[in-house]
């Protein structure tokens, strides 16, 4: 077989193919409910109803997206340049650990919130800047050192835990110490359990939406990730390009930390994120790298998280199905945006 | 330092070293023959993880220890025909591919095994691999005990790289494969199909690295834990850049690895060990392959056409 591009793609393959995987994970997870003995329509049904069928749970469905929709930020700029920041997770983390560092009492008000954040973003930038300098330096490839980062990274995390930062009132248990009040995001409705932290997601998402289509840098990203050896050619500085991109990825995974830190949890454990950088990388491509994708796709990944736990409470089906049913979704996704452009042709 | 030196002239030390290495070698081999086609598997972690799981269950739910060896294989080139469909005829992103395969098989396998054990909290155990002493060999000091008294799929893993090292330069199969990630338009041109060879190579590799995977379960630890490939897969990556797409090196590669994983672990038990945070040499192994990466950067002959997909007829 053989892909033939289609010149000018119809509204119904453009449209058709999308709709098909969604149809298809919608499909597997019937399946996965059935193999777990379970009736499919009464699970998807518990799925649907536990992200969005209350107030509480469409509230819960906001807060989970909201550091999904800062990963799923930092990869669509990073992948857009074909910059593979696998590292999201531990940039996370960096952004957190600066939110409870700078948090904690050691500046006062009321600049702490504006000063955490910068600072949160430039140190996630520096831990992506590592990988990037060694790629474009030496040309050491990105996707290993980053993930290999993930996991020094939580380590890190787990010896300040249990060292420089650990709350003395813990009773043992690895968090730190808890932010003072005005670290804190206030929440944007008084009475309703929702931060600030999503609302600085969908600003963050409509700055990098610009950035992506109204800026020269924007160009200059789609360019390199387009063709790196084009890009050269006409004159691009693609390292500089790639420093940027990783510069602005690194900045945005580290404010899911902050965020996560300030507004929802008020200190560093462990268990922050449950993956929130690798399924990032799922928000991101559902989104097709497009900033304001990002938003929906989050929205779509949050809600199947928050309404698989909802369901596997009510159901004897595990709450695992929800990574399986996005990991499957992302699979589905990237062959139906093809097929959308491609045809594919015998011979 | 006489520490150092105790622990370095063990012979337990360095069975550890070789019991360490023999999952990371069946891996990074199977990696090693995917990206000799041109193919990068990223899909290596979470293969690995499907293998540890599959080869468990199969076990213990009754089946020998080698059945269980060849459903965690089977299990693999599964997910490695998916990796390949993906990737090779379709020509989608690898790196996506590879993650969104690591994911799957990850959160298959942690789905399932809550399916089988709903409320399971103590991980139950299997009779694993016992240890196979070769006569007269495993007599040897030293060397004896580390090389000859290990079991029986670490023998196999030292078996796998030599085979595949042989096939790889000996035989013609062995330059098809290589020319094909070299230079594919030159093997179809020799009448050969391009997307069979690469598709055969990741199913193969991936079948290599749920072994790997297995090994994991059904001869160190003999219980299947959630987090317990913990990120052997992306180091069986770097040890591919390490040994410069080379078997022999790629081996080599992975005992230094495990020599050094052993050695941190010993370390933590010395009085220098006690001086410094844990968490400073579960970090090491990370660092190590950082390390390596960097090392190996200038001088890796990195297949021309690793990560290019082919589509027959494009210029």
Redesign the interface.
């Known amino acids: 077989?053989?892909?033939e591009p289609i010149a000018n793609p119809s509204l119904a393959r453009r449209i058709g193919f999308p709709a098909a995987a969604l149809g298809a994970t919608i499909v597997t997870a019937s399946l996965?409910a059935m193999?777990?003995g379970a009736d499919p329509f009464k699970i998807l049904g518990l799925i649907v109803k536990g992200a969005a069928g209350s107030k509480f749970a469409a509230l819960e469905t906001l807060n989970r997206a909201t550091p999904l929709i800062f990963t799923g930020l930092a990869i669509a700029v990073a992948f857009r340049a074909k910059l593979?920041n696998?590292g999201a997770e531990a940039q996370l983390y960096a952004g957190a650990i600066v939110a409870v560092l700078l948090g904690t009492g050691a500046i006062g008000s009321p600049f702490v919130l504006p000063v955490t954040a910068i600072a949160a973003m430039l140190v996630g930038a520096l831990v992506l800047l590592g990988p990037v300098l060694?790629k474009t330096r030496?040309?050491?490839?990105e996707?290993?050192?980053t993930?290999?980062?993930n996991?020094?990274m939580l380590?890190?995390v787990?010896?300040l835990l249990?060292?420089p930062l650990k709350d003395p009132m813990g009773m043992g248990w690895p968090k730190s110490t808890a932010l003072v009040k005005e670290a804190r995001l206030p929440r944007i409705v008084d009475g309703l359990r929702l931060h600030w932290g999503f609302g600085l997601a969908l600003i963050a998402a409509c700055i990098v939406w610009v950035i992506q289509k109204r800026t020269t840098l924007g160009f200059e990203m789609r360019a390199v990730g387009a063709n790196q050896g084009a890009a050269r050619f006409a004159g691009m500085p693609v390292n500089t390009v790639l420093i940027q991109s990783a510069l602005l990825s690194g900045g945005l995974a580290a404010l899911a930390g902050w965020s996560e830190v300030a507004g929802l949890k008020g200190h560093l454990s462990l268990d922050l994120s449950p993956g929130f950088g690798?399924s990032g990388?799922?928000v991101a491509?559902l989104a097709m790298l497009n900033a304001l994708g990002v938003i929906i796709a989050a929205l779509f990944v949050a809600g199947i998280f928050v309404g698989s736990d909802s369901m596997s409470r009510a159901a004897?089906v595990?709450t695992?199905?929800a990574?399986?049913l996005?990991?499957?979704s992302?699979?589905f996704m990237?062959?139906a945006v093809?097929l959308a452009r491609f045809r594919v042709v015998r011979? | 330092m006489s520490e150092l030196f105790d622990i370095l002239v063990s012979a337990g030390f360095w069975a550890a070293v070789i019991r360490i290495a023999s999952p990371l070698i069946f891996a990074t081999i199977g990696e090693l023959i995917c990206e000799r086609a041109g193919v990068l598997n990223?899909g290596i972690e979470g293969i690995m993880v499907i293998g540890a799981f599959t080869g468990w269950l199969a076990v213990y739910q009754g089946m020998p220890l080698w059945a269980g060896v060849g459903v965690a294989m089977g299990a693999g080139m599964l997910f490695g025909l998916?990796h390949a469909t993906?990737t090779v005829?379709?020509?989608?992103?690898q790196?996506?591919?590879g993650?969104?395969?690591t994911?799957?098989a990850?959160?298959?396998s942690?789905?399932a095994y809550?399916?089988v054990l709903?409320e399971v909290t103590s991980p139950p155990k299997i009779e694993p691999f016992q240890p196979l002493p070769i006569p007269f060999l495993s007599d040897i000091p030293v060397l004896g005990e580390a090389l000859f008294s290990q079991t029986a799929l670490t023998y196999l893993a030292f078996g796998v790289a030599i085979l595949v090292a042989w096939v790889l330069f000996r035989t013609p199969l062995g330059l098809a494969l290589r020319a094909t990630g070299e230079n594919p338009s030159a093997v179809e041109a020799q009448g050969l199909s391009v997307?069979g060879i690469r598709m055969g190579a990741v199913i193969l590799g991936s079948g290599l690295m749920a072994v790997g995977g297995a090994f994991l379960t059904l001869s160190a630890f003999s219980s299947f834990y959630f987090e317990m490939v913990?990120?052997r897969g992306?180091?069986c990556?770097?040890l591919v850049?390490f040994g410069a797409w080379r078997p022999g090196k790629a081996v080599l590669g992975a005992i230094l690895f495990a020599a050094f994983d052993a050695l941190q672990i010993r370390l933590q038990q010395t009085p220098i060990g006690a001086l410094l945070?844990y968490?400073?040499f579960?970090?090491a192994p990370?660092?190590m392959?950082?390390l390596a990466?960097?090392l190996m950067?200038?001088r890796a002959e990195v297949p021309a056409s690793l990560m290019v997909p082919y589509?027959?007829?494009e210029r």
């Open positions: 077989m053989r892909l996965l193999i777990a593979w696998i060694l030496l040309g050491v490839d996707v290993v050192t993930l290999l980062l996991f020094i380590l890190f787990s010896y249990e060292g690798y990388i799922i491509m004897d595990p695992y199905i990574d399986m996005l990991a499957l992302l699979l990237v062959l093809l011979g | 990223l998916l993906l005829p379709f020509g989608l992103s790196h996506v591919v993650l969104g395969i994911l799957l990850t959160s298959t942690s789905f809550r399916l709903p997307t913990n990120g992306w180091i990556v770097a850049v945070p968490q400073i579960l970090m990370y660092f392959s950082i990466l960097i950067s200038r589509n027959k007829g």
